[in-house]
Antibody, heavy 118, light 107 residues
Framework: QLQLQESGPGVVKPSETLTLTCTVSGGSISLEYWNWIRQSPGKGLEWIGYVYYSGSTNYNPSLKSRVTISRDRSKNQFSLRLTSVTAADTAVYYC????????????WGQGIVVTVSS | EILMTQSPATLPVSPGERATLSCSASQSVSSNLAWYQQNPGQAPRLLIYGVSTRATGIPDRFSGTGSGTEFTLTISSLQSEDFALYYCQQYSQWPLTFGGGTKVEIK
């Protein structure tokens, strides 16, 4: 059974870079899209972007200038890097898989709470 | 981007009764529409995709209808575990976008 698990710091200082990792078990990150989504009280669910197994990416235009998503096939992991964070980036961050042919999000991690605070 | 709007924001329903949730898109998403259920402290769970196809393990009291810009999720007879938040999401166009959610609460 496919499982995803987010890891990373729970607190990040303003203006610094947030880095999260999603470890995939029970399956390979070959094929399909590997996504990051976040959820905050103010903005609800927001799709951040995905990385494809080939390494190609697609980002939400609202975050594109600050986001990098990458994958490490040898570790079966993919990562999110978000630069110049502010309080508005405080959220629960989820990693999730979506099907290439029709990208509904069919497997999710449990989520990680990230607070931007000095 | 495609704006997704859900109504109502809160839906009080008695156990055993039917719940009807609505979702509308700012432009046609064809049949590229999914519904998710979220319980407190948990990640969203895929319920329905392609407007009406139930995801693996989802009971048949959940059903979806609609096309184009107007969609409905119906829960035929609410069980205790169904009181939760529900989101619609379009995957017709990038970026993926979600509705603001409907909270189904006990009446």
């Amino acid at each position: 059974q496919l499982q995803l698990q987010e890891s990373g710091p729970g607190v990040v200082k303003p203006s610094e870079t947030l880095t999260l990792t999603c470890t995939v078990s029970g399956g390979s990150i070959s094929l399909e899209y590997w996504n990051w989504i976040r959820q905050s009280p103010g903005k609800g669910l927001e799709w951040i972007g995905y990385v494809y197994y080939s390494g190609s990416t697609n980002y939400n235009p609202s975050l594109k200038s600050r986001v990098t998503i990458s994958r490490d096939r040898s570790k079966n992991q993919f990562s999110l890097r978000l630069t110049s964070v502010t309080a508005a980036d405080t959220a629960v961050y989820y990693c999730a898989r979506s099907i290439v042919s029709a990208p509904r999000l069919d497997h999710w991690g449990q989520g990680i709470v990230v607070t931007v605070s000095s | 981007e495609i704006l997704m709007t859900q109504s109502p924001a809160t839906l009080p329903v008695s156990p055993g009764e039917r719940a009807t949730l609505s979702c509308s898109a700012s432009q046609s998403v064809s049949s590229n529409l999914a519904w998710y259920q979220q319980n407190p402290g948990q990640a969203p769970r895929l319920l329905i995709y392609g407007v009406s196809t139930r995801a693996t393990g989802i009971p048949d009291r959940f059903s979806g209808t609609g096309s184009g810009t107007e969609f409905t999720l119906t829960i035929s007879s609410l069980q205790s575990e169904d009181f939760a938040l529900y989101y619609c999401q379009q995957y017709s166009q990038w970026p993926l976008t979600f509705g603001g959610g409907t909270k189904v609460e006990i009446k």
